[in-house]
C-alpha cells in the first residue's frame, strides 16, 4: 500500500482508471466500486436523487426503507437478520456493531483475530490487532482477547483438524474473560489479514463457543460481502453459520458513502435503551440510491456468478502454471 509515487486519477470507466496524461490502467487494487467505474445506472440513479432531494435523515424517504427491505432479502432465510441500522463507512457500521453487543450483553469483553482490521474509530482501532500490534499502536486494551488467525498455510494448524484446532483458541479466550464475552468479531474471510480463508467448520465452533459465553458473534462483511465469494451473497455463508451482526460498508455504494448494520430483533431491541441513536446522513435518499442501483446491477448482470466463474478459472490457470507446494 505505500504510495512512493501516486497516480492522479481523473477518470474510470469500468474496470479501468485514466490518469492526467491520459494513460489507461487495469484497476486490480480498488475494492470500492463493487460494479465497476462510472457504472451508467448508478450514475443515473444518483443524479436524478440529488435533482430532487438530499438531506439529512430526519425525514422519512422511501429510498432507505426499500433499500432495508432488498438488503435484509439477501440473506438466508430463518437467519433472524432483518432491522437495519445504515451509516456512511465500514468503521461507523463495525463501531456501531460494538454499541450493539455492548448493549445487548452489558459486557466489554471482546474476542478478536490477529491481523484482523474493523476500522479507524477509536472503537475499532481499539478490536483491531492490524492496527493496535503496529507502529503507533498501543497493544490490545485491557477488555480485548487476541486469539490466532486461522491460516492454514502459515500457521501451526494445517490438516482437517484445523478448524477445531483454531476454534479452541476461541473457546479459551471466553473462559478466559470469565465466561461473560461481549462480542467476537471477524471477517468471515480476512483481507487485510492475507486473505486467508477460515478453515471448514471454524466459524461454527467459534460461534458456538462465544454464543455458550452469552456473546455476540459478529461477521465483518466490509470487504468481503455482496457477492465477492461467487458461490454466497456472503461471505458468512460459506461456512454454514448465521451472525447475530453483519456489518457491510465499501461496495454498497459503488463510491458513494453507503454502510450498513443488520442485525436480529432481539439485538435490536436492546440497543433501543433511551440512548438514542441517529445518523445524519446515514442512509440519505442519494445514498440509499446508489445502494439500490447497485443491488440492481449485482442481479440484472449477473455478477455473482461472474464472480465465480472467473474465480474458478483464474484458480485453474495459476495451477497450470507449475507443480504446486503442498499447501498452496
Not at 485514466?18 to 460494479?35: A, I, K, M, Y
Not at 443491488?295 to 449477473?302: A, I, Q
Amino acid at each position: 500500500y505505500a504510495n512512493t509515487d501516486p497516480l492522479l486519477i481523473v477518470r474510470g470507466e469500468g474496470a479501468r482508471l485514466f490518469d492526467e496524461r491520459g494513460r489507461t490502467f487495469l484497476d486490480t487494487r480498488n475494492n470500492v466500486c463493487h460494479v465497476g467505474h462510472a457504472h451508467p445506472r448508478v450514475a443515473a440513479a444518483v443524479a436524478r436523487q440529488v435533482s430532487a432531494l438530499n438531506t439529512n435523515t430526519r425525514y422519512l424517504h422511501p429510498n432507505v426503507c426499500l433499500l432495508a427491505r432488498r438488503l435484509a432479502a439477501t440473506f438466508p432465510a430463518g437467519s433472524g437478520l432483518e432491522v437495519c441500522f445504515f451509516v456512511n463507512s465500514g468503521s461507523e457500521a463495525n463501531d456501531l456493531a460494538m454499541r450493539l453487543a455492548f448493549a445487548r450483553t452489558r459486557s466489554r469483553e471482546v474476542v478478536v483475530v490477529s491481523h484482523g482490521y474493523h476500522g479507524h474509530t477509536q472503537q475499532t482501532i481499539d478490536i483491531s490487532p492490524y492496527k493496535f500490534d503496529h507502529k503507533g499502536g498501543e497493544g490490545p486494551k485491557p477488555n480485548v482477547r487476541k486469539v490466532p488467525c486461522p491460516d492454514t498455510f502459515r500457521g501451526p494448524h494445517r490438516g482437517a483438524d484445523a478448524g477445531a484446532a483454531y476454534a479452541a483458541s476461541v473457546e479459551a479466550a471466553c473462559r478466559d474473560a470469565g465466561g461473560q464475552v461481549a462480542a467476537f468479531i471477524v471477517e468471515s474471510g480476512m483481507s487485510v489479514g492475507g486473505v486467508i480463508m477460515p478453515p471448514e467448520g471454524y466459524l461454527a465452533a467459534c460461534y458456538r463457543a462465544v454464543r455458550a459465553a452469552g456473546g455476540i458473534c459478529i461477521a465483518d462483511e466490509v470487504q468481503v460481502g455482496f457477492g465477492r465469494f461467487g458461490a454466497h451473497f456472503w461471505a458468512f455463508e460459506q461456512q454454514g453459520v448465521s451472525p447475530d451482526i453483519v456489518t457491510m460498508g465499501k461496495p454498497f455504494g459503488n463510491g458513494m458513502p453507503l454502510a450498513a448494520v443488520v442485525t436480529t430483533r432481539s439485538v435490536a431491541e436492546a440497543f433501543n435503551n433511551g440512548l438514542e441513536y441517529f445518523n445524519t446522513f446515514g442512509g440519505n435518499p442519494v445514498c440509499a440510491a446508489a445502494g439500490l442501483a447497485v443491488l440492481d446491477v449485482l442481479r440484472d448482470e449477473s455478477l455473482q456468478e461472474h464472480a465465480s466463474e472467473v474465480g474458478a478459472f483464474f484458480r485453474a490457470e495459476l495451477w497450470r502454471l507449475g507443480p504446486r507446494p503442498p499447501r498452496v
